[in-house]
């Protein structure tokens, strides 16, 4: 029913679903939940990128493999989404999200890679 209810009209009702999709996830809601992450409410695509950190390593896979055909929107909330399930399957994208022109893609690209032990960062102590 939830996944159902992403494509409602009525965005309320989306953005129910997929908070309930957050507490409940469901692999069949996925491929929806990622169209979504293109959706130009801000609230939506964040109540959708947190559907798709429960889902897991099985929505880490889906959003890697279509994360080129995202509009800017959707690659930045994917790319945090990305940064929170932490799948060392996505490891490639996040590195080369690093040298991206987009600020919020490298900075969740080295969110992701720093919380699993990947980037080191130098500074100068003052």
Not at 48 to 64: C, P
Request: aromatic share 4%; charged share 20%.
């Amino acid at each position: 029913m939830l996944a159902q209810a992403l494509t409602e009209e009525d965005l309320g009702v989306r953005n129910c679903a997929a908070k309930g999709l957050e507490l409940n996830p469901n692999s069949k809601a996925i491929p929806k939940l990622i169209e979504l992450s293109n959706h130009e409410d801000s609230l939506l695509r964040r109540l959708v990128g947190n559907a798709l950190i429960a889902s897991g390593e099985q929505a880490s896979k889906q959003i890697t493999e279509e994360f080129a055909q995202l509009a800017p929107g959707g690659q930045i909330e994917c790319a945090r989404t990305l940064a929170k399930i932490g799948d060392p399957a996505s490891i490639s994208l996040l590195f080369s999200l690093l040298d991206s022109e987009s600020h919020m893609l490298r900075h969740w690209a080295g969110e992701g890679l720093d919380a699993m032990g990947l980037v080191m960062r130098f500074f100068s102590p003052q």
